[in-house]
T-cell receptor, first 113, second 118 residues
């Protein structure tokens, strides 16, 4: 079965500090991995994806994520957090050519001034 | 590019009435669209896969007769919540893939529609 786990419901970080939002996955075959961000009462906005190639993926707004096959992880990172980064972050996995996305439970990121 | 529009953004209705939510791909064609439901502070639950010109594929546990999906064109899918009840109150989000291009892997999401049933 395909699944995504985000072990932290909430991550708190001070502005200017680095942030990490964790994600691990379980999928048969080659995974397509994604990070999306959601602001209150809004849809999801695409941040970045890993399909193939370099394990370190750079995305929107200074975010990046590292695909680690041995640890089946795809943690989201940013070197210096901004207050405006405060939002709900979702990790998602898609199994290769199949259409369905499976979302993690979401992690609320709070960046304090 | 790759904009998905949902309408309405907010809707309040009385119990027993039906509500239609539209999902449009504005600048691309989508043979497949997906409908998700999101409860407060929870993740997205895939309800159904909407297929242009054919019947939708529903996930286990989702009532087909309650949530009617129609995908009549390459740019429009509709979700109708029939005989709505307060427990149907939720945030409904649609998404789509650009079927006119090589698969980039990602989905494009609408802004969501918040349904409140009184």
């Amino acid at each position: 079965a395909q699944s995504v786990a985000q072990p932290e419901d909430q991550v708190n970080v001070a502005e200017g500090n680095p942030l990490t939002v964790k994600c691990t996955y379980s999928v048969s075959g080659n995974p397509y991995l994604f990070w999306y961000v959601q602001y209150p009462n809004r849809g999801l906005q695409f941040l970045l994806k890993y399909i193939t190639g370099d394990n370190l993926v750079k995305g929107s707004y200074g975010f990046e994520a590292e695909f680690n096959k041995s640890q089946t992880s795809f943690h989201l990172k940013k070197p210096s957090a901004l207050v405006s980064d405060s939002a709900l972050y979702f990790c998602a996995v898609r199994r290769g050519n199949f259409n369905k996305f499976y979302f993690g439970s979401g992690t609320k990121l709070n960046v304090k001034p | 590019g790759a904009v998905v529009s949902q309408h309405p953004s907010w809707v309040i209705c009385k119990s027993g009435t039906s509500v239609k939510i539209e999902c449009r791909s504005l600048d691309f064609q989508a043979t497949t669209m997906f409908w998700y439901r999101q409860f407060p502070k929870q993740s997205l639950m895939l309800m159904a896969t909407s297929n242009e010109g054919s019947k939708a594929t529903y996930e286990q546990g989702v009532e087909k007769d309650k949530f009617l999906i129609n995908h009549a064109s390459l740019t429009l899918s509709t979700l109708t919540v029939t005989s709505a009840h307060p427990e149907d109150s939720s945030f409904y989000i649609c998404s789509a893939r650009d079927s006119g291009r090589a698969d980039t892997g990602e989905l494009f999401f609408g802004e969501g529609s918040r349904l409140t049933v009184l």
